[in-house]
């Protein structure tokens, strides 16, 4: 099975002038839910799914203890998770206090093994595409 790909526009920056840039995307098949995944890992291993899935509950609890206290966190050929912060504008760190600062996000940053394992995906061009809601009639919605 190979991964199907469109063209969607490239978002402008503001100039206005040529032509629309597109840009390749993978256009998903679906979101797999974590039991399905679970189910799916548990058939050729000996590990019950029970087992897979209080595995994946005590990862997950670590890793949150992790980035709360600080750390960047490696998940073995995965890849790093860290925080991105948010706070307004300064020009000088004596004009916030630590309440104004936020965490915004939590970055990705795939390992160098992962990349290289999914640098040969077969990849097709999709035959619907992408579908935007504005495309598609109100009735249909």
Same mark, same amino acid.
């Given at each position: *099975? &190979? &991964? ?8 402008s #920056? ?7 840039e597109?840009?390749?995307? +993978? @256009?998903? #098949?679906?979101? +797999?839910? $974590?039991?399905?995944l679970i #189910?799916?890992?548990?058939q050729? $291993? ?6 897979? *899935?209080g /595995?994946?509950e ?5 890793v @949150?203890?992790y980035?709360?206290n ?10 790093? =998770?860290?925080?991105?912060?948010? %706070?307004?504008?300064? $020009?000088?760190? #004596?004009? +916030? !206090?630590?309440?104004? +600062?936020?965490?915004d996000?939590?970055? =990705?940053?795939?390992? &160098?093994w992962l990349?290289?394992?999914? %640098? ?5 061009? /999709?035959?619907?595409? =992408?579908?935007?809601s /504005? %495309? @598609?009639?109100?009735?249909e !919605?």
């Amino acid at each position: *099975m &190979a &991964a199907e790909y469109d063209f969607r526009k490239k978002p402008s #920056k503001g100039k206005g002038d040529g032509p629309d840039e597109l840009i390749p995307r +993978i @256009v998903s #098949k679906g979101t +797999i839910r $974590t039991g399905d995944l679970i #189910k799916d890992l548990s058939q050729p $291993t000996t590990f019950q799914e029970g087992e897979l *899935m209080g /595995a994946l509950e005590t990862l997950v609890n670590g890793v @949150v203890t992790y980035l709360e206290n600080g750390y960047t966190v490696e998940l073995g050929n995965l890849g790093f =998770f860290s925080l991105k912060l948010k %706070a307004r504008p300064v $020009t000088d760190k #004596k004009e +916030i !206090r630590s309440p104004s +600062i936020v965490v915004d996000k939590v970055n =990705f940053r795939s390992s &160098a093994w992962l990349r290289k394992q999914l %640098a040969t995906v077969k990849l097709q061009r /999709a035959r619907s595409g =992408f579908r935007s809601s /504005a %495309a @598609v009639e109100k009735s249909e !919605r």
